[in-house]
């Protein structure tokens, strides 16, 4: 069955069967590696319907296509002749075998974003298929910089070669890890924001930042790229020419923020706050602190066990006439309540 892609995940009508849509490239993702990518021959080892290969084909010379799966590759033909690009050589085949390398020309670029299984309880690098050892020793003759695709769940200290970690955010979420090797290697890790293309990259400079156990006037939420990268003290130590005091406030497992006395800018935040008030854990409290001050909704930004939440967020909401949104973090005994800002 044909599925034309959501809108959201493609400007351009794309056509696939359901799997290949499912694990093709977002569009602004294609977009931002093909840009970093861009050189005069590439290769997209195991295109699927074309996702990011198309993408390649706008800022590189020629495009080798590969792909095993013989129906993927019609999809991903079709969808070249639907945008128009004919800069693409299609080449259906296993990408590791010799019968498809010795169709290739040297290259300046070999990229796969590799199959996985679609279910895994613990994401691992050993199930990529290609798997990455494979692929660079089977270029190895044509070829020495590569560009990974991987699971955005692996740790960098999970990943046991020498190249630049990226870990990217889309819309807020964490989306995806490239790996880049060779000359494509800018550094160890690096963090991006998508849309925005604001990129962050780990420093020889050991950074210093203070843990607070109170936050500021002003909490930063960072991308979730630049968590997982481990780049929050460094994003922190980039604001010195704005103010001295950013600190690191630590909520619990799951939330840690940026505070600062001064409001500060950066497409690496994905939410801005001021810290409107710090009290005790009351439920009655809180509501009146809420009632007093014209608030209308809260959200809860605290694990609370689901069975609990509606009952609590009911108390908390309960008799509220105003028109604010607050978030409310509860830090041990205390409630951080915030309003989302604009600076
Ligand atoms: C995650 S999908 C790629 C999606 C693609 N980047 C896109 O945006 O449409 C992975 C693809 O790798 C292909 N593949 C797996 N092993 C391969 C191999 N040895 N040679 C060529 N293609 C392979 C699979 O058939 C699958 O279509």
Redesign the pocket.
């Known amino acids: 069955m044909i599925h034309v892609a959501r809108k959201k995940k493609f400007k351009t009508r794309m056509i696939s069967d359901k799997d290949?849509i499912r694990?093709?490239?977002p569009e602004p993702v294609?977009e931002y590696r093909a840009k970093r990518l861009q050189c005069e021959t590439i290769a997209?080892?195991?295109?699927?319907?074309?996702?990011?290969?198309l993408h390649f084909a706008k800022y590189c010379d020629i495009v080798y296509a590969?792909?095993?799966?013989p129906s993927?590759i019609e999809y991903?033909k079709k969808n070249a002749k639907i945008m128009g690009v004919n800069n693409i050589e299609f080449i259906t085949?296993?990408?590791?075998s010799s019968e498809?390398i010795t169709q290739l020309p040297e290259l300046d670029i070999v990229f796969s974003?590799?199959?996985?299984p679609s279910s895994e309880k613990v994401r691992s690098m050993d199930r990529l298929?290609?798997s990455i050892p494979e692929v660079m020793r089977s270029y190895s003759g044509i070829c020495s910089n590569f560009a990974f695709?991987a699971p955005p769940q692996i740790t960098p200290e999970r990943i046991p070669f020498d190249c630049e970690k990226e870990y990217m955010s889309l819309d807020g979420k964490l989306n995806r890890l490239n790996l880049y090797f060779g000359k494509l290697k800018k550094t160890d890790i690096s963090a991006v924001a998508l849309p925005g293309n604001s990129v962050i990259r780990k420093n020889d400079v050991k950074s210093h930042v203070i843990k607070t156990s109170k936050p500021e006037l002003y909490a930063y939420e960072a991308e979730e790229s630049v968590i997982k990268a481990g780049l929050l003290e460094q994003l922190a130590s980039s604001f010195k020419d704005v103010t001295d005091n950013v600190s690191i406030f630590e909520i619990d497992e799951k939330r840690i923020l940026l505070t600062s006395d001064k409001p500060l800018e950066s497409s690496l935040f994905k939410n801005s706050y001021r810290v409107v008030r710090i009290m005790r854990f009351d439920l009655e409290e809180v509501n009146s602190y809420l009632k007093k001050n014209s608030f209308k909704n809260i959200l809860i930004r605290a694990s609370i066990e689901p069975e609990r939440y509606w009952d609590t967020r009911n108390a908390l909401e309960k008799g509220l006439y105003g028109k604010k949104k607050a978030h409310l973090f509860i830090k041990d005994e205390n409630a951080v309540i915030c309003e989302v800002s604009d600076n």
Do not use: H, M, W
């Open positions: 290949g694990f093709a490239t294609a997209d080892i195991s295109c699927g319907i074309g996702g990011q290969a590969i792909e095993l799966d993927k991903a085949g296993d990408a590791l498809v974003d590799p199959a996985r298929s290609p695709e």
